[in-house]
């Protein structure tokens, strides 16, 4: 890949997205998707630039911007989303067909070790090995919650929570846990792919029953795209090789179709779960969060 398709990927990525608002037939495919998942997102896309000759531009950024961007009418043909509950604001909003939403990854809960500290393996561990505070992500954002619930389910919270640290941003999850302000964390393995060479993760779980589903769908408005190219690059996100080897190689479980234990049904609930996996909650819909002054 070129140093300038290098260079427009990773800086200002919404500028692109911006300047083609006015063309009338794009000349590329803009894709909004969490800035966590660049390291599996980049390579499939070159790869699938290089054979089909069209160009993209990836737009990334955290969840609630990229939400804030799709409901705002940022020109772009196709979104992946980190959990079902961003997907499901888009389809309550009327940007995604809720019959065009497909399952790329699960994304589980894991237990972060900042460089060089001592990774926890078991949620009962905590109480007695958590050395210093436990970071998590705020309970109003999926992986917050969902790692405050696997906490309570596997009943450690009232132990640890007066040592819970929140944060807004993976960004600044990793940055505390680089620095060593945070010995220990508990979300998602894809929070940590930006810091995968010095960040130590093990799932919170055997058997990944925490975790998110990592979705994409095209949006409503095509921008005058052709639909054809549109299916061909989804189809390479969710179905090609490269794609799931990539999902694999940074430990999110790559699935061949919807799991319906893991994927909210048509009435926007998850379904009664089995025996052997935990309850999960009916989620209220994510709006984003008011523009900062």
């Not at 990773?10 to 966590?36: D, F, K, N, Q």
């Not at 007066?162 to 940055?175: D, I, K």
Request: one cysteine or more.
């Amino acid at each position: 890949m070129g140093a300038r398709a290098m260079l427009s990927r990773r800086l200002m990525p919404l500028l692109w997205l911006v300047a083609c608002g006015g063309a009338e037939h794009p000349a590329h495919v803009g894709i909004l998707a969490p800035r966590s998942l660049q390291p599996v997102l980049e390579p499939v896309v070159a790869g699938w630039e290089l054979s089909h000759g069209i160009p993209v531009r990836i737009g990334f950024d955290p969840p609630e911007r990229l939400l804030r961007q799709a409901n705002g009418g940022t020109p772009a043909h196709v979104f992946v989303s980190a959990d079902i509950r961003w997907m499901d604001a888009l389809v309550s909003d009327g940007h995604v067909d809720e019959a065009d939403r497909r399952p790329i990854a699960h994304d589980p809960l894991v237990f972060v070790a900042a460089p060089g500290g001592a990774l926890i393996r078991d949620p009962r561990d905590l109480a007695v090995r958590l050395d210093g505070p436990l970071g998590l992500m705020t309970s109003d954002l999926p992986a917050g919650e969902m790692a405050a619930q696997a906490l309570r389910a596997t009943s450690v919270w009232d132990r640890i929570e007066g040592r819970v640290v929140s944060f807004r941003t993976a960004a600044q999850l990793r940055e505390s846990l680089e620095s060593g302000a945070v010995q220990s964390a508990v979300t998602v393995q894809s929070a940590t792919l930006l810091a995968r060479d010095t960040l130590s993760t093990h799932p919170f779980a055997p058997d990944l029953a925490f975790g998110s589903t990592i979705e994409v769908a095209p949006l409503q408005h095509q921008d005058g795209m052709d639909p054809e190219t549109i299916r061909a690059l989804l189809s390479a996100l969710v179905d090609g090789p490269d794609a799931r080897a990539g999902w694999t190689r940074l430990g999110l479980d790559a699935l061949r179709g919807p799991d319906p234990r893991r994927t909210p049904s048509r009435e926007g609930h998850h379904p009664p779960p089995s025996a052997s996996e935990p309850p999960q909650p009916n989620h209220p819909p994510l709006k984003p969060p008011p523009p900062r002054p």
